[in-house]
Antibody
Framework: EVQLVESGGALVQPGGSLRLSCAAS????????MNWVRQAPGKGLEWVSY????????YYADSVKGRFTISRDNAKNSLYLQMNSLRAEDTAVYYC?????????WGQGTLVTVSS | IQMTQSPSSLSASVGDRVTITCRAS??????LNWYQQKPGKAPKVLIY???SLQSGVPSRFSGSGSGTEFTLTISSLKPEDFATYYC?????????FGQGTKVEIK
């Protein structure tokens, strides 16, 4: 069974940093591209970042470019999102998601709250 | 690629037929997925490749369309179907989402 488990969400002050992790199991992690998607309270889904299976291709949403860094460790079956210079508008549930030809598989999400 | 869903919300009764539309800003062939999301839960894929039903999803859900216009239809609404529905294009990266359609109880 495919499982994605996010962790690392917390309350952080504006300007602070946070690193999210996503532990993958139930599939060959190194074969799949991965994404981070966020959802602000009461809002829709916003794609944040993409990393290819071999991490040679990386994309970011304009809203996080220059502040967030996606990475992966295929040996540890793990995906990461380093978030710096956090703003109030970054407050959201952050999901990691596996891309497949039959739709995405999602983790349960981790809550990031940016507030003083 | 921008994805636009309509309506943003709708009220319907159990047993109603419900149709949600999703339009892409350029042709995406049939690279279109539909998700259902309930409060506090992650999205769950219902339909992929515009019209293929994900394993385990009830047959009252169906999808159609190609190019730039797509529809998700629920043939007879059940109580567990009250949720928010999102379309997503998988034609190019980033694989963008529509803004969502909230299906509420009338």
């Amino acid at each position: 069974e495919v499982q994605l488990v996010e962790s690392g969400g917390a309350l952080v002050q504006p300007g602070g940093s946070l690193r999210l992790s996503c532990a993958a199991s139930g599939f060959t992690f190194s074969y799949y591209s991965m994404n981070w998607v966020r959802q602000a309270p009461g809002k829709g889904l916003e794609w944040v970042s993409y990393i290819s299976f071999s991490d040679t291709t990386i994309y970011y949403a304009d809203s996080v470019k220059g502040r967030f860094t996606i990475s992966r460790d295929n040996a540890k079956n793990s995906l990461y999102l380093q978030m710096n210079s956090l703003r109030a508008e970054d407050t959201a549930v952050y999901y990691c998601a596996r891309g497949t030809s039959s739709g995405w598989n999602w983790g349960q999400g981790t809550l990031v709250t940016v507030s003083s | 690629i921008q994805m636009t869903q309509s309506p943003s919300s709708l009220s319907a009764s159990v047993g109603d037929r419900v149709t949600i539309t999703c339009r892409a800003s350029q042709s995406i062939n049939t690279y279109l997925n539909w998700y259902q999301q309930k409060p506090g839960k992650a999205p769950k894929v219902l339909i992929y490749a515009a019209s293929s039903l994900q394993s385990g999803v009830p047959s009252r859900f169906s999808g159609s369309g190609s190019g730039t216009e797509f529809t998700l239809t629920i043939s007879s609404l059940k109580p567990e179907d009250f949720a928010t529905y999102y379309c997503q294009q998988s034609s190019s990266i980033p694989q963008t989402f529509g803004q969502g359609t909230k299906v509420e109880i009338k």
